[in-house]
């Protein structure tokens, strides 16, 4: 059990050293990873940013993730989607009021600025844990399709099937615990406070 995001982040960055010469761009999914990124891109000498993705919600249940969409139009449907309603129409519909969300929150994560590129980079996205990895799939599809010269997956906790699935969309995975009993993120830490918006804003205007 991690302390709290600050305590996973100083361990990340401990099994991330070798990338602390290269001007790593480190992406994080907003929101509660913003910090941990943060910490992360300091301790390295990189650059910090955000990487958009909205987790797809099944019908009826908001909490399950059924699949994720990118900041681009990416989408990632898991192969259990119809299992739980989620017709081809209802996807068409929350992709998009999902995308719309992801607009909001670039114009109010990085009003004066476009995201950074991460082209011929060493890119890595962190999360604060993986439970379906939904979001995760969509992350490093996105920045995959970008080019960079290599990309990195670093998280603090994942269950083993879903770790197994990010391990294939990635050049390196960090990933500091894999339980075998998982039932959700906040359970692997004692502080799981959430981060809101003007936190996030302000770390990136920090950076």
């Known amino acids: 059990m991690f302390s709290d995001r600050n305590e996973a982040a100083q361990l990340l960055a401990d099994r991330l050293q070798h990338y602390g010469n290269q001007n790593p761009l480190v992406l994080a999914i907003p929101r509660g990873a913003v910090p941990m990124a943060k910490t992360i891109a300091d301790q390295l000498g990189g650059e910090l940013d955000v ?19 990118s900041e681009d139009g990416m989408a990632y449907v898991a192969d259990f989607a119809g299992l739980y309603g989620a017709d081809p129409d209802y996807i068409a519909t929350e992709k998009q009021l999902q995308m719309e969300t992801i607009c909001k929150r670039r114009a109010q994560y990085t ?32 920045v995959r399709a970008k080019g960079p010269a290599m990309l990195v997956c670093a998280v603090p906790v994942s269950p083993p099937d879903t770790l197994r699935t990010v ?3 990635a050049d390196e995975v960090v990933c500091l615990e894999v339980p075998a009993f998982f039932q959700a993120v906040g359970q692997f830490y004692r502080h799981f406070p959430q981060v809101d918006d003007e936190e996030v804003v302000r770390l990136l205007k920090l950076a």
């Open 111 to 142: 009003p004066i600025r476009a995201p950074i590129s991460p082209a011929g980079r060493v890119v890595i996205v962190v999360d604060d844990g993986l439970a379906t990895g939904a979001t995760m799939v969509s992350a490093l599809r996105g």
């Open 51 to 69: 990487v958009l993705v909205r987790k797809l919600r099944a019908p009826h249940q908001p909490e399950l993730a059924i699949g994720s969409v």
């Open 167 to 169: 391990q294939a969309l």
